[in-house]
């Protein structure tokens, strides 16, 4: 069964199953009845700690309505409509002179798929989105980036934070954006480098902030000082496509 946000899998046999032989980039989340037989609940919570997946505790309706009143028997899995790439994997593959663009917590669909669009248009080697609180691999997104989704290569990480400290200990020099910071104009991109895009509403979060090397900003002359996150993303890949390839 599908919906916007991917597949589903559902049933105690079936979903025990494809919980037990696949890795969690291939799972959204997990939901599982409330007050549902103990021995099971503990079954599917040991699964999903080990692999670290989410896991909703949900009333029996919100499930029904999830497999539009199919036999769920208490345990109903999201799937992703889009294939993750493996970030360890990803990682051996990139050269020396790799550009990663890491999104923090983008919750609209349409701006992930624009932003997919020009990643794809400015040479992106590697998109870096978080498991939770953040729009996935939809086929909005799908359809928004008007193919770029199959071009760009996408990975799902539990924590931000951890990921850019492993970068930095990989060699990047890792940019936000913030109204106090540098001019974006001056930004060299050159080399291993990894530029944040924060959320639409609050902007990179405080753990995620207090690992840039450096902040730059997009100077504005307008009453309304923030510009649409996939807009401002757009304008900070140019500037790197400039420096990297001029």
Not at 24 to 48: H, P, R, Y
Not at 70 to 87: C, K, R, T, W
Not at 91 to 110: K, N, R, T, V, Y
Request: with cysteine.
């Amino acid at each position: 069964m599908a919906n916007d946000a991917g597949e589903i899998v559902f049933g105690r046999h079936a979903g025990l199953d494809y919980l037990k032989n696949n890795e969690a980039t291939k799972i959204n989340k997990v939901f599982l009845q409330s007050g549902v037989q103990a021995e099971f609940a503990q079954e599917v919570l040991a699964i999903c700690k080990q692999k670290r997946i989410v896991v909703q505790d949900a009333p029996k309706k919100k499930l029904d309505q999830l497999v539009n009143g199919g036999n769920h028997q208490g345990l109903v899995i999201m799937i992703p409509s889009f294939e993750y790439a493996d970030y360890d994997q990803k990682m051996a593959e990139l050269g020396d002179d790799s550009f990663i663009l890491m999104l923090d917590s983008i919750e609209d669909p349409h701006n992930l798929g624009s932003i997919l669009r020009t990643a794809d248009a400015t040479g992106v080697d590697l998109v870096i989105i978080p498991k939770r609180h953040a729009s996935g691999l939809t086929s909005v997104v799908a359809k928004t980036s008007t193919g770029a989704i199959d071009y760009v290569p996408v990975c799902r990480v539990n924590n931000l934070t951890q990921t850019i400290k492993d970068l930095k200990d990989r060699g990047y020099w890792v940019f936000g954006t913030d109204m106090k910071g540098q001019d974006y104009t001056e930004w060299n991109a050159k080399g291993k480098t990894v530029l944040v895009i924060g959320n639409e509403g609050k902007g990179i979060s405080p753990l995620v902030k207090k690992q840039m090397d450096q902040m730059l900003t997009l100077p504005m002359v307008g009453h309304v000082q923030s510009l649409n996150a996939s807009v401002a993303t757009g304008i900070l890949l140019y500037q790197m496509m400039r420096t990297r390839y001029k």
